[in-house]
């Protein structure tokens, strides 16, 4: 039995884990946006240290040749005050512009411009290309060019570099950051969206009566869910096949059994009234053979309704000749009774005859037609059962020297309860049902003819072998058994 356990909510499970994925993945592509973004910032402010250098050298060419190493010019560059965030432009300039030093030398060493923010030591060396310099406690980007024998040095501070870098590179991550709450909620509701169905056909069987067993309908049915619609309305169909057959079990059950009950009570009532001992033992021996015929026909209703369910376990390799010669051997003192000699063929003689089944159900079937073979074949008679394989098929015969049956009859002999009409043998009109029953079970086939002397009734029953069509007579063993036709 399946408990119900109230576990973990799958809305909340992949709410959690989308959470958990979008903080990783969203945390690593954040981090390298980052790094990125700041990487390209200190690329674009390093090319922007280069053209200012080759701007300056361009601009100063002509006043350098007067000014001199003594009395190096100075130059003031406007005030960025007023500049910030919220307030990135304005007619002084933009926010992301620098406080760019500048120094002039000639190929002496000797400075002959400067900005007035510039020291009038070099910021570096007079070496070509980028540096990162030490200057009054404060640490400087510096681009050295050499040009007509003069030294541009131009230099910005890295705190202010770095301030913009981090600026620049939080802007371009803020998408990122922004977006997740929107992302979870968007999420959230296509998760519920999908997750609907679920909860529409947990409704469903909720608001179902309980007696209600009609197959489960929904509107949206996604590819996920089918499998369980489907194995749902599986189950609901195999309780409604098992109610139908109680029902019917029972239905019969109470017809069949009142004409042999209403006889044992009659009889009993006899020999209670009974003046003599020999009327008293009459009734008793009438009584008891009512009794036996009731007997029997409750254990050939409980054999039929047997036969109808479905298969109690797997179905496996079974030796069909096993199982014949068990019956047979078990039939002995039946046969002997009635003088009735018994014939056996193995075609080949060594083979298994192995067929894929239910070995309580084949036992029932081959010891119905052994009884049905002794019961309506004459006294002192012959039985004989033939067992063939070939590739295509295992075939079971089993012919006797009764009346036969005749061909507008063989059909109807395999409905329950049916009787031949005119034959002087009592039955319970169950043998062939359950016979049919079980081989529409296993995939098999059965046939009625004449015996091959021409007197009495052959039954041959065709089987696939091991290996064909193994797979469908397992689902039609455990599932939906096939129903021989009904009276």
Not at 293 to 307: D, E, H
Request: proline share 5%; glycine share 8%.
């Amino acid at each position: 039995m399946i408990l119900a356990d109230a576990g973990r909510s799958i809305h909340r499970t992949l709410i959690l884990g989308a959470i958990a994925l979008l903080v990783v993945v969203l945390g690593l592509a954040a981090g390298l946006a980052y790094a990125v973004a700041e990487h390209e910032a200190e690329e674009l402010f390093d090319a922007r240290l280069a053209t200012s250098a080759r701007v300056l050298d361009v601009l100063t060419a002509p006043g350098l040749e007067t000014a001199g190493a003594r009395q190096p010019m100075v130059i003031t560059l406007p005030s960025l005050t007023g500049l910030g965030p919220g307030n990135e432009e304005n007619a002084l300039g933009h926010y992301y512009e620098t406080k760019i030093a500048f120094q002039v030398f000639n190929a002496a060493g000797e400075l002959l411009l400067r900005s007035e923010s510039a020291p009038v030591a070099p910021f570096a060396p007079l070496a070509r290309g980028f540096s990162l310099q030490q200057f009054e406690d404060m640490s400087w980007r510096v681009f050295a060019l050499k040009s007509a024998g003069n030294w541009i040095q131009v230099a910005e501070r890295i705190d202010i570099r770095e301030e913009l870098c981090t600026t620049f590179a939080l802007t371009s991550i803020t998408p990122f950051i922004a977006g997740i709450p929107l992302l979870l909620l968007l999420l959230s509701l296509l998760i519920r969206y999908g997750l609907a169905p679920l909860s529409d056909l947990a409704r469903r069987i909720e608001g179902r009566e309980p007696a209600s067993l009609a197959p489960v309908s929904m509107r949206r049915t996604p590819a996920e869910i089918v499998p369980v619609v489907t194995a749902l309305n599986g189950l609901f169909k195999r309780v409604h096949d098992a109610l139908a057959r109680e029902r019917r079990f029972t239905a019969a059950a109470a017809h069949e059994l009142r004409t042999p009950l209403a006889a044992l009570k009659l009889h009993a009532e006899n020999a209670w009234r009974a003046t003599s001992a020999s009327e008293r033992q009459t009734s008793l021996a009438r009584m008891d053979a009512a009794m036996r015929k009731t007997q029997r026909l409750a254990v050939q209703m409980l054999a039929f309704s047997r036969a109808s369910a479905p298969a109690d376990s797997e179905f496996r390799d079974v030796s069909l000749r096993t199982v014949v010669e068990d019956l047979i051997e078990e039939s002995q003192p039946q046969m002997t009774a009635r003088g009735t000699r018994l014939a056996m063929t193995c075609v080949p003689d060594d083979a298994a005859f192995e067929v894929r089944g239910d070995r309580d159900k084949l036992s029932s079937l081959v010891g119905n037609l052994l009884e049905n073979a002794i019961r309506y074949g004459p006294r002192q008679g012959m039985i004989r059962v033939a067992l063939a394989s070939t590739t295509d098929a295992v075939t079971l015969a089993i012919e006797d020297e009764g009346p036969g049956i005749e061909p507008a009859l063989r059909e109807r002999v395999f409905e329950s309860y049916f009787r031949v009409p005119g034959n002087a043998e009592e039955g319970t009109g169950l043998g062939l049902a359950i016979v049919k029953e079980i081989a529409v079970q296993h995939g098999a086939s059965v046939d009625i003819d004449n015996a091959s002397g021409g007197r009495g009734t052959r039954i041959t029953v065709r089987f696939s072998p091991v290996g064909a069509s193994s797979r469908a007579l397992h689902e039609r063993g455990r599932g939906e058994p096939a129903t021989a036709s009904r009276s």
